[in-house]
Structures are given as C-alpha cells and as structure tokens.
C-alpha cells in the first residue's frame, strides 16, 4: 500500500478535520469534549518537545519546568491584575520564552546526558522555588482561580496552540531553516564549521518549545482553576510528552500529532483500568520504543514506504551524539 | 557552643556524609567509564536497596545483615538490566541509552510507588551517639562511614591490584584494544554495571538508616550523584571523592546555616558550574561536555 496525497487532497484533508474539530462542542457530550481537550493539550506538549529533542536532538527531561512557569505566571496575573485568561495564558507564554533565552544559554552548553541531567534539576529546582516563594505562588497552599463556565473556550485554546505549534513544524520542515536545525542533531561541529551559528538555532528552538510549553501550562492552570507545585510540574505529563513524540517519531512532522493521539487514548483507558500500574507500563513502553523502534510510527511507515515523502523527509532518529 | 566546635562539627558531619556519598558516586563513575552510558536510573536502584532493606526489617531481619542480601540482589539485577536491555544499545548513539535508561527509572520508581506507597520511611538500627569533648556523632553515622570506607577501600584493592581489576581498567581506556587482547568486553561491561547497581544499591541502605526516604528520592539523588562525578571528573575515582566532598559540604553548610531548599539550590549551582568552568573535574579526567 502506498498512500501519496497531491498537494490539494492534502489540504482537503486538512479542511475537513478542522470542520470536524470545529463542530465538536456543539455537538458532543461534555466527556467527549474535555477528552480531546486534553489530546490537544498532549499534540501541543509533544511538539514542544519535538522543537528542542526533536531537531536539536538535546533530549530534555524537564521541559515541563517552563510549563510550570507558564502556570503560575497566568495565574498570578489572573490572581493580581484580573488579565483576561487567554492574555494571561499569552504572557506566561512570553515569560516562559524570555525565561529560555538566558537558560538556554547556559544550559545548551551542555551536551548529552548533562543537559537532560541539567533540565531535569532544573524542573526539580523550580519546583522547590514554587514550594518556597510563598509571598508569590503561596507555596504548597497554592492559588486558587475562578471556576470555568465553559469548557468550549478552553477547547478552542488548546485546539488553536496546538494547530499553531504543528504549522510551526510544518514550515520548520520545508525550510533553510529546519535544515539548520538538524544539522545540530547530526553533526554540530560539522555545521559550526560550515558557518552555522548552532548556538542560535538551538537557543532559538528551546525558546519556541519553551513558549509553546508556557503556553499550554497557562490555559491548563485556567482550566483546573488552581495551581500549587504539583500540578505546576506534573512529572505524569513530563514524562508522557517525550514517550507521546517518540512513538510518532522524533523530528518528524506528523509524528508528535500521532504519537499523541495514540497514546492519549491509550492513557485514558489505562487511566480508568488500571491507575496505580499505568506509569509502570509507560516505563516499558519506552523502553520497547527504544529497543525496537527508535524512529517511531513514522520511521515504520517509511520503512515499509507507505508513506512516500518529499526530497525534504529525513528519516526520524535519536541524533548521532556519541 | 564556641563557634569552633560547631563549625567542627558541621565539617565532620559533612565528611560523614561524602562517605556515603562516595560510593554510590563510584559505582556511576564506573558504568560510565566502561558502558559511556550515563546511568540516570542510578538513583532508583539506591532506592531498590533502601526499600529492599526496609522490607526485610518488617520481616524481622537486620539491616545490617539485610546489607549483603541488597548487594546480591542488586548485582543480579544490574546484569540483568545490562544483559537485556543497555546491551542492546550500547553501541549507538548517546541517546538510546540515556532513554532507555530513564525508561528503567520510570519503571523502577513507580513499582517502587506502587509497592511501598509515597510515605517516608526509615530505619533506626543504632540509635546512640558518642561524644568527643563538645563534639557529638551519632553511631549509626560512624558505623556506615566505617562500613563505606572499608567497601570503598575493597574496591580500590579490587580496581587496582587484581586481574579483574586490570581488565576493567583497560575496558575504560580502550575498549577496542581490551577486546582485541582477549578481554570480553561484554562481560566486563555487564559486571561493571551489577557492580555499579550493587554499590548504588547498598548507599541505598545507608541511606534509609541515616534519613527518612521514600520511593522518590531518585529524583534529588542523581542530580547529585552527577555533580559529585563532574566535579570529580569523569573516570577519576580519587576524584570522586573530592567530589562526594565538595558536595556534602556544601549540602551540610548550607542546610546548617539555610535550609535544605537553599542546599538543593547550592548542588544545582555546583552542577552547573562545573559543568561550564570546569569541564574535566577538580582534580582532572576526561573532558564532560
């Protein structure tokens, strides 16, 4: 079987599932919305994710510290200033990618297993400045926000982050520019030497997932109206949005929105089951990614050539870091 | 107090501390020396040995006797894992194992999560202390530092005098050239990993007699572990101790005149700087970044 979508069937495609999307709320239960809801906010987390460990091939194991900061800054600006939610959600947005651009800095220095240890204290470290800077997020108490009317809203902002974050991709991808990125992932020296400031690219993607990441965590801590450490920096979703873009497949376009999609349904299911050993069975699924399909769903499909790509498709893979 | 004493005392604690430290530490250092694999679920397997052993004390045996079952069973394990699963990836890029190895840190946590629920638990096996003029250390301490300077002292002979020794030694410096004089590099590679989790495995232990842990202390332990091998330098074992020093130094003096939140903030620091300064370790070793 060989699927090849002309340009048009592809955005016929495309047309088709928005009307889809955009006809849910009214015509579907409450469950059904605030369930592919969360699918939406999982699509925007796993391409977050894709931007820096995807292209850059810097695996992160705490982007959702920036999630955090998206967090408590929309809700201390909702809290003090009365901001419209989605302008709050916005800022903490915006903070969240100032807030990238000194970290990346220094934490892009690191390469390999540093800079996952390092993000990975990072996400440690916030959380214990959120527990102890009661004056400002009321530490463990934490804040509480008006109660959501409609969930509607909320559905829509999620849907929009995520269509923005997968645009994003999909122009990173036909670009010079995403190009760039990869050879970050393939080889650093190799494009420094050809004149590539990698510096600027990797902060560059670390800033755009640190954004979309803020982003997400604002209308989040809108929709469950509250937020103290826990819930600022669910280690669940950290931990979901890196196994949800390598089971699509690691800097691919298409990849994160699957693996997402798969693994949401999935974690619903085991949620309900089996709530105790569900994280257990995310560890081996990992784990079997790793050991059997390092290039996910997408690299599969390539494999077996069901999906035909363009000149500009690269095979996804786990960088070539030595 | 006179100010002396106390400033005394803080330092032996801290020294007390680097002890227990030293020897998870090694047992990184070596998996990454042999394996270039940065075990990130070292962590969770001290916690497997702190819970292995609380588990035991609920039936009625020892902690101190339930050591030496820790170290058994965390050996076994730590083949095990090699054998199947880092293996497997050893020879790709850096990151298939440090994945692979974060899915075995999710794994363990949460089977620890699931068995021993997220309470703090911890052991009182010696609860006495002795007193030096004004000086106090508590038993339990002393004995663990004892216990871990004697382990660490076994394993320095071990590394440094025997044949198994020499041929981890030569696995680390050149794995090509030690397989090519006979060595069988796999071999090596999987009994230094059960090393490495035996030695994560009882700091483990000591851990839960000294503190109150729970499931979760992976987490705060490996950004540690991290900073003490980077300080020390990466394939440097009289390093690592500086290391384990620097470390619990300034856990132990920040946490005395701060809080523990400032000493997680002060380890996080050293991380970082070391990592950016210093590349090669306080006392020098391989290039980390």
Same mark, same amino acid.
């Given at each position: 079987?060989?699927?090849?979508?002309?340009?048009?069937?592809?955005?016929?495609?495309?047309?088709?599932?928005?009307?889809?999307?955009?006809?849910?709320?009214?015509?579907?239960?409450? @469950?059904?919305?605030?369930?592919?809801?969360?699918?939406?906010?999982?699509?925007?987390?796993?391409?977050?994710?894709?931007?820096?460990? %995807?292209?850059?091939?810097?695996?992160?194991?705490?982007?959702?510290?920036?999630? %955090?900061?998206?967090?408590?800054?929309?809700?201390?600006?909702?809290?003090?200033?009365?901001? !419209?939610?989605?302008?709050?959600?916005?800022?903490?947005?915006?903070?969240?990618?100032?807030?990238?651009?000194?970290?990346?800095?220094?934490?892009?220095?690191?390469?390999?297993?540093?800079?996952?240890?390092?993000?990975?204290?990072?996400?440690?470290?916030?959380?214990?400045?959120?527990?102890?800077?009661?004056?400002?997020?009321?530490?463990?108490?934490?804040?509480?926000?008006?109660?959501?009317?409609?969930?509607?809203?909320? @559905?829509?902002?999620?849907?929009?982050?995520?269509?923005?974050?997968?645009?994003?991709?999909?122009?990173?991808?036909?670009?010079?520019?995403?190009?760039?990125?990869?050879?970050?992932?393939?080889?650093?020296?190799?494009?420094?030497?050809?004149?590539?400031?990698?510096?600027?690219?990797?902060?560059?993607?670390?800033?755009?997932?640190?954004?979309?990441?803020?982003?997400?965590?604002?209308?989040?801590?809108?929709?469950?109206?509250?937020?103290?450490?826990?819930?600022?920096?669910?280690?669940?979703?950290?931990?979901?949005?890196?196994?949800?873009?390598?089971?699509?497949?690691? #800097?691919?376009?298409?990849?994160?929105?699957?693996?997402?999609?798969?693994?949401?349904?999935?974690?619903?299911?085991?949620?309900?089951?089996?709530?105790?050993?569900?994280?257990?069975?995310?560890?081996?699924?990992?784990?079997?990614?790793?050991?059997?399909?390092?290039?996910?769903?997408?690299?599969?499909? !390539?494999?077996?050539?069901?999906?035909?790509? %363009?000149? !500009?498709?690269?095979?996804?893979?786990? #960088?070539?870091?030595? | 107090?006179?100010?002396?004493?106390?400033?005394?005392?803080?330092?032996?604690?801290?020294?007390?501390?680097?002890?227990?430290?030293?020897?998870?530490?090694?047992?990184?250092?070596?998996?990454?020396?042999?394996?270039?694999?940065?075990?990130? $679920?070292?962590?969770?397997?001290?916690?497997?040995?702190?819970?292995?052993?609380?588990?035991?004390?609920?039936?009625?045996?020892?902690?101190?006797?339930?050591?030496?079952?820790?170290?058994?069973?965390?050996?076994?394990?730590?083949?095990?894992?090699?054998?199947?699963?880092?293996?497997?990836?050893?020879?790709?890029?850096?990151?298939?194992?440090?994945?692979?190895?974060?899915?075995?840190?999710?794994?363990?946590?949460?089977?620890?999560?699931?068995?021993?629920?997220?309470?703090?638990?911890?052991?009182?096996?010696?609860?006495?202390?002795?007193?030096?003029?004004?000086?106090?250390?508590?038993?339990?301490?002393?004995?663990?530092?004892?216990?871990?300077?004697?382990?660490?002292?076994?394993?320095?002979?071990?590394?440094?005098?025997?044949?198994?020794?020499?041929?981890?030694?030569?696995?680390?410096?050149?794995?090509?050239?030690?397989?090519?004089?006979?060595?069988?590099?796999?071999?090596?590679?999987?009994?230094?990993?059960?090393?490495?989790?035996?030695?994560?495995?009882?700091?483990?232990?000591?851990?839960?007699?000294?503190?109150?842990?729970?499931?979760?202390?992976?987490?705060?332990?490996?950004?540690?572990?991290? $900073?003490?091998?980077?300080?020390?330098?990466?394939?440097?074992?009289?390093?690592?101790?500086?290391?384990?020093?620097? /470390?619990?130094?300034?856990?132990?003096?920040?946490?005395?005149?701060?809080?523990?939140?400032?000493?997680?903030? $002060?380890?996080?620091? /050293?991380?970082?700087?070391?990592? /950016?300064?210093?590349?090669?370790?306080?006392?020098?070793?391989?290039?980390?970044?």
């Amino acid at each position: 079987m060989k699927v090849r979508l002309s340009l048009l069937q592809q955005f016929g495609l495309f047309l088709i599932v928005l009307i889809l999307v955009a006809l849910l709320p009214a015509i579907a239960s409450t @469950y059904l919305i605030t369930f592919v809801l969360t699918l939406f906010m999982y699509i925007a987390l796993a391409y977050s994710w894709n931007f820096i460990s %995807g292209y850059t091939g810097y695996i992160s194991f705490g982007q959702i510290a920036l999630f %955090g900061i998206g967090s408590y800054s929309c809700a201390i600006l909702i809290l003090k200033w009365h901001i !419209h939610w989605l302008l709050a959600a916005a800022m903490g947005s915006i903070i969240a990618g100032a807030f990238a651009i000194p970290l990346g800095l220094i934490m892009l220095r690191l390469k390999g297993p540093y800079f996952a240890v390092g993000m990975m204290g990072l996400f440690q470290f916030l959380a214990a400045v959120a527990a102890t800077w009661k004056s400002m997020t009321k530490g463990a108490t934490g804040i509480y926000l008006p109660p959501v009317s409609a969930v509607a809203y909320i @559905y829509f902002a999620f849907f929009g982050l995520a269509l923005a974050l997968f645009l994003a991709t999909w122009t990173l991808e036909r670009s010079v520019f995403g190009l760039r990125l990869r050879t970050v992932k393939e080889d650093e020296e190799g494009a420094e030497s050809l004149g590539i400031n990698t510096t600027f690219y990797k902060v560059f993607a670390f800033v755009v997932s640190a954004m979309g990441c803020g982003f997400a965590g604002g209308i989040q801590v809108f929709y469950v109206s509250y937020v103290d450490p826990v819930t600022a920096f669910p280690a669940v979703l950290n931990i979901m949005m890196i196994i949800m873009c390598l089971l699509g497949g690691m #800097g691919t376009c298409w990849g994160p929105v699957m693996g997402a999609v798969l693994l949401g349904q999935v974690s619903e299911f085991l949620w309900a089951h089996f709530p105790y050993v569900y994280l257990i069975l995310y560890g081996c699924l990992l784990a079997f990614i790793i050991m059997f399909m390092p290039s996910g769903i997408m690299g599969y499909f !390539h494999k077996r050539k069901i999906l035909r790509g %363009g000149i !500009h498709t690269v095979l996804p893979n786990l #960088g070539s870091i030595k | 107090m006179n100010p002396f004493f106390l400033i005394l005392q803080v330092l032996i604690n801290g020294l007390l501390l680097a002890g227990v430290y030293g020897v998870a530490a090694i047992g990184l250092n070596l998996i990454f020396g042999v394996l270039r694999v940065a075990n990130i $679920a070292h962590g969770d397997f001290m916690m497997l040995g702190a819970f292995i052993v609380y588990s035991f004390s609920t039936i009625g045996i020892h902690p101190l006797i339930g050591i030496p079952i820790v170290a058994g069973v965390l050996f076994v394990l730590g083949i095990i894992t090699e054998r199947f699963l880092v293996e497997k990836v050893v020879s790709q890029p850096m990151a298939y194992s440090l994945l692979l190895l974060y899915a075995v840190s999710i794994l363990l946590r949460n089977a620890g999560l699931n068995i021993w629920t997220s309470n703090y638990c911890s052991l009182d096996v010696i609860p006495g202390s002795l007193h030096i003029g004004p000086l106090t250390v508590s038993e339990i301490r002393l004995v663990i530092f004892m216990i871990a300077l004697g382990l660490t002292l076994v394993f320095t002979f071990i590394l440094n005098r025997t044949t198994v020794g020499k041929t981890i030694r030569a696995s680390i410096q050149h794995p090509d050239l030690a397989g090519a004089c006979g060595i069988d590099v796999r071999k090596i590679r999987a009994l230094t990993f059960g090393v490495g989790s035996l030695l994560a495995g009882i700091t483990g232990t000591f851990f839960i007699m000294l503190f109150s842990v729970n499931p979760e202390m992976g987490d705060m332990m490996i950004l540690k572990l991290f $900073a003490i091998v980077i300080v020390g330098g990466l394939g440097n074992y009289l390093g690592t101790f500086a290391g384990a020093l620097v /470390i619990a130094m300034a856990e132990t003096l920040t946490g005395f005149y701060a809080t523990t939140q400032v000493s997680d903030v $002060a380890v996080f620091s /050293i991380f970082l700087l070391s990592l /950016i300064l210093r590349p090669q370790g306080l006392l020098g070793g391989r290039k980390t970044r």
